[in-house]
Structure formats: C-alpha cells, structure tokens
C-alpha cells in the first residue's frame, strides 16, 4: 500500500522537491507555523529543498523557486490540486503539469483559460510511477 511519506523520501532521493502554497487564513504566521511544524514533526521537512508560503500571488512563489533551485520552467514538474493556479502558472510557462484531481478542489476542472494540465492523476500514489515514465 503506498504510503505519502514514504512517497516523498522516496521522490526526495531522485528530485529536488518544493512547496508552494498560498496560506490566505487572517491568522497568517500562525497557519505557515502550523504547516511548518507538520514537516518537521512528520521527518519530512528535509525532503524540501524550498518551502515557500504567501498570502497571495502564488505565480510569484514559483518564480522565486525557480530562482532559488536555479531550474527552468522546462525543468519542473507542477503538480497541483488547483488547475486555476498551479496548472495555470505551469501551461503558460512550459513546465510539465499533473493535476491532482482529488479532494477540495477537484470540480475546477482544467479549461481553456487556465490551460491544460499535462498528465492527470487521482491520488498521489499515481506519481512516483508517472515521474519514473517521465524520466525516460
């Protein structure tokens, strides 16, 4: 049975892997606070090369993670549960995109102003064996 974190030391091996979210709660640090707190308590936080929260302008946090891992819009693989945002930023930049279509968001479908995602997928376990298919 796959396991999240397992999945993620596993992804950590092989990528430089990032966060990027957007915490819009009036409670601001004490949210970043709370996610933050969540890594590190959970042994994932030094899977993360980057880990980048705001309160808005989520297009400007991937920027500045591709600044700071020195990488590409070609060079990355988003994946998101946001087709508005994560999905969006990637199509109109040329990074590989995979909609997470589970949970919260899964009804905002991709569409023709947002862009379409490059591959799909349901559930995170469907991601390491994509990414070993994409490294081909």
């Known amino acids: 049975m796959f396991s999240p974190k397992r999945g993620v030391r596993c992804l950590a091996r092989r990528y430089r892997l990032a966060i990027v979210s957007l915490v819009t709660a009036s409670d601001y ?12 308590e959970e042994g994932l936080a030094p899977s993360f090369s980057v880990v980048l929260f705001a309160p808005a302008d ?12 020195r990488l590409a819009p070609e060079d990355v693989a988003v994946i998101d ?11 109109r930049r040329g990074a590989t995109t995979i909609w997470l279509c589970h949970g919260k968001f899964k009804d905002e479908r991709p569409n023709e102003q947002a862009g379409w995602p490059t591959y799909i997928i349901d ?14």
């Not at 549960?81 to 199509?91: E, F, L, S």
């Open 58 to 69: 989520k297009d400007q946090l991937y920027e500045r993670t591709l600044a700071r891992l």
């Open 29 to 40: 640090q004490a949210r970043v606070t709370e996610r933050l707190t969540v890594l590190r």
């Open 81 to 91: 549960d946001r087709a508005c945002r994560g999905i969006a930023w990637g199509a």
């Open 123 to 136: 559930t995170l376990a469907a991601l390491p064996p994509l990414l070993l298919i994409l490294q081909r």
